[in-house]
């Protein structure tokens, strides 16, 4: 693998620098779509996050020749039946907003007790090189729909995702977040295969 770059396939600024955090680690440097003047803003319409992941790396192929990584994420609630899932961005609606969501999904748990308010994160990464080579992982986090909302870092659904120990997602630092949470999983999953890959093509090794 020549290239150590990758085009991120997001618009979200608090994604972008997690994904080109952990991918710094292993050598590569990551660009958001602006820095190479994309602008795309595919539907997602797929059913799961792998689905989504694939459909936003391939809409931003047909701009670009460079590396691509795109990441599908969401919450999904047990009481809810998995919901929100892959509508996690628009559950409350078109114009949803970080606010909107959480108020929805608090409300939506009104009165739950705690042992029945579980949940995870989920996040898909797909990996999309200049030659077609398609590289996938998922990642997940566990953790439980708190009563409130807890702490000022992060974005999305952050202050209401607690982890056991009674600790939102949004109280943690920048440094615990990206080694725990379920983009960060899915991340070193993929910088694993992105290092066997260099490894095999510096040993030769055609695959
Ligand atoms: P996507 O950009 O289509 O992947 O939408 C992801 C949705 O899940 C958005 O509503 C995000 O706010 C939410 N989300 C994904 N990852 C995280 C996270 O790490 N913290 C909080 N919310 C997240």
Do not use: W
Not at 16 to 35: A, C, Q, V
Not at 184 to 207: N, P
Request: proline fraction near 3%; include cysteine; charged fraction near 30%.
């Amino acid at each position: 693998m020549k290239d150590k770059i990758f085009i991120a396939a997001t618009n979200n600024k608090n994604k972008l620098r997690e994904i080109s955090e952990i991918l710094k680690k292993i050598g590569y440097t990551t660009f958001s779509m602006k820095d190479v003047g994309i602008d795309c803003h595919p539907e997602e319409t797929g059913n799961s996050f792998l689905e989504n992941a694939l459909i936003k790396a391939k809409a931003i192929r047909k701009m670009t020749d460079l590396p691509i990584i795109s990441d599908d994420s969401g919450i999904s609630v047990d009481y809810l039946g998995g919901m929100p899932g892959v509508h996690t961005s628009r559950y409350s609606g078109e114009n949803s907003t970080d606010d909107s969501n959480i108020l929805k999904l608090l409300n939506a748990l009104e009165g739950v007790e705690k042992p029945k308010r579980t949940a995870r994160f989920i996040s898909a990464v797909v990996v999309l090189m200049p030659d077609g080579q398609i590289i996938t992982s998922m990642g997940r986090c566990e953790g439980y729909i708190g009563f409130e909302k807890r702490g000022n870092n992060g974005f999305g659904y952050d202050p209401i995702f607690y982890l056991s120990r009674n600790i939102s997602f949004a109280e943690l630092e920048d440094y615990v977040k990206n080694s725990i949470s379920h983009r960060a999983r899915a991340l070193r999953k993929i910088c694993f295969k992105l290092k066997k890959i260099d490894r095999m093509e510096l040993l030769g090794y055609d695959i």
